[in-house]
């Protein structure tokens, strides 16, 4: 329980209808997006919630709660729009909520440098659409774009579906401003580049929230692209995709959207133009007319040499509207299912390999019922892989007569939590790395040392003590124990 003295200091310092502690309220805020914690939300196993939610409206209001949370001992928990899928948001009655989604504003779009300021709390759409009047774009399209905020961007390492030119978000960001754990503001960048020691900036880069509280971010931006066009093909097997990505992105040619799905995922998401058993590539190609038109005469060529045939090009615009459907978890306990998904990525030479091992190693879970995979980031160096699976309770463990009991939380998390291992397991066997784009939060924390390394550990660890001496910023997640 948070004490009253630091709720009324709290509302002296924010306002009163700042500082909220309504079950309502806090409800809302208990949890991110990570399906785990719905299940647990859902089947009643998991009654954490913060002791009270704060929604400061400036940079100010963001500095005085810190600094009272520092006075008091009080864990601090970020929340951007909560649409976080890894399990970063589990604060309890011990613990403040930091809701940034009334930091709202934009503060400044500069049409000749090309780069935007926002309030952390900016939702990703707004963001976009203020800048699109101008004729500009961030070119991040997360599919959640309209459930996440600018700030929740940076402290994920998100990527959006154009990353493929637009870059990631850590290509994007041009300065941050960062409420440190004393309350102590940072301004870091200033310039298109500097080389003036390490990138500080980097520090709060997908730190989920464990290093300070980002109140604003600059972003660089593009013009609107003069054209886009979209082009798709068969793809005989994933070797022969594979192989025709690698030799378009190390040729220099940069499709912002460039997707390639296995036979299973092309049936389900494309099913009136896929071949069974063959994959799909799909790729939007935009910029200056005479480079769209350039890159889709090379691709054309390169695919063809790669063995993959021409698919109807309506498969794009088909992607494109239906991109950003949201699932509802809740319809799926009801059937007794779980159902994730995970990004990971490889070097061109082990990607398959992974491929592979995955499939096979979560095929072999007990109750998993479909497991699949496409890829949508690509880059010189390799490609990421997202796999989706759907698990029911183990045959062991499930109540073949009563669906409701069937999807009792313990059973069907021995079924996801024993997924996210083999996932986990054969991406770092083969060469992998364990975490594309959606951050580490807790549901991967058990594995980032296959990512650090011991020593990077223990070197993240030293520098969050020296952060965060008393570790009050978001305690729990992205870090493992000692
Ligand atoms: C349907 C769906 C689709 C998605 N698609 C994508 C995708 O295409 N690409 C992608 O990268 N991700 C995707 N995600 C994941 C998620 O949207 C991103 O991780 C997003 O960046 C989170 O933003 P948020 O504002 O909702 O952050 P939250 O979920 O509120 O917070 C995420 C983490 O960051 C911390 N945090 C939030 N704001 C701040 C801040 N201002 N300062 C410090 N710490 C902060 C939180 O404490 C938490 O640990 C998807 C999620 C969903 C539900």
Redesign the pocket.
């Known amino acids: 329980m948070l004490a009253d003295d630091l709720l009324i200091r709290l509302r002296d310092a924010l306002g009163a209808d700042r500082v909220l502690t309504s079950d309502t309220d806090v409800d809302d805020r208990r949890h ?2 990570w399906v785990l914690s719905h299940l647990q939300a859902w089947s009643e196993t998991f009654d954490d919630r913060p002791g009270a939610v704060v929604r400061p409206r400036s940079t100010a209001d963001v500095q005085a709660v810190v600094r009272l949370a520092a006075e008091t001992g009080t864990a601090v ?9 890894c399990g ?2 589990r604060p309890d009655q011990n613990m403040l909520l930091v809701d ?1 989604s009334s930091m709202d504003r934009i503060r400044k779009i500069d049409d000749v440098n090309l780069v935007a300021t926002f309030d ?2 900016v939702n990703g759409l707004v963001a976009e659409e203020a800048v699109a009047a101008l004729g500009l774009t961030i070119g991040h ?4 774009i309209a ?3 600018v ?11 154009f990353s493929t030119a637009y870059g990631n ?1 850590e290509d994007m960001v041009y300065a941050l401003e ?1 409420v440190l754990p004393d309350g102590t503001l940072v301004e870091l960048g200033r310039a298109p580049r500097a080389a003036a020691g390490p990138d500080l900036r980097h520090i ?1 880069l997908g ?3 464990t290093m ?4 604003g971010v600059t972003l660089a931006l593009h013009r609107q692209p003069e054209k886009r066009t979209w082009r798709a093909f068969h793809t005989p097997s994933l070797t022969a995709g594979l192989e025709a990505q690698r030799l378009i992105m190390q040729a220099g040619w940069k499709p912002p959207v460039m997707r390639q799905y296995d036979a299973r995922e092309a049936r389900r998401t494309f099913r009136p133009w896929s071949i069974k058993g063959r994959g799909i590539l799909l790729m939007a190609h935009e910029g200056p007319a005479g480079r769209v038109d350039a890159e889709v005469a090379a691709v054309d060529g390169l695919a063809d040499s790669c063995g993959l045939t021409r698919a109807d090009d309506e498969v794009g615009p088909h992607w494109m509207e239906n991109r ?1 459907h ?1 699932p509802s978890w809740e319809e799926l306990f009801e059937q007794g299912l779980i159902v994730d998904t995970i990004e990971v990525s490889g070097p061109w030479t082990g990607v398959e390999a992974i491929y592979d091992a995955v499939l096979a190693d979560v095929g072999a879970v007990d109750g998993v019922v479909a497991v699949s995979a496409h890829s949508s980031h690509a880059y010189r160096t390799g490609v990421n892989l997202y796999f989706t699976f759907a698990a029911a309770a183990p045959a062991d463990t499930a109540d073949s007569t009563d669906s409701a009991d069937s999807a009792d939380s313990p059973d069907l998390e021995v079924a996801y939590l024993a997924c996210w291992h083999a996932v986990m397991e054969a991406t770092a066997r083969n060469g992998g790395g364990i975490a594309h ?3 580490i ?1 807790r549901v991967r924390k058990p594995y980032l040392a296959h990512e650090l390394g011991e020593s990077g550990l223990a070197l993240l660890r030293t520098l969050k003590g020296a952060v965060d001496p008393h570790g009050i910023m ?1 305690p729990g ?2 870090i493992p124990d000692t």
Not at 77 to 85: A, D, E, I, K, M
């Open positions: 991110d997006y928990v970020p929340f951007g729009l909560g649409s976080g899928v970063g948001i940034l952390a709390g399209w997360p599919q959640s459930l996440s905020t700030g929740g961007w940076v402290s994920t390492r998100a990527a959006g579906q978000i960062v709060f730190a989920e929230g300070g509280i980002v109140t950003n949201v784009h959606h951050g939060g978001n997640n992205l």
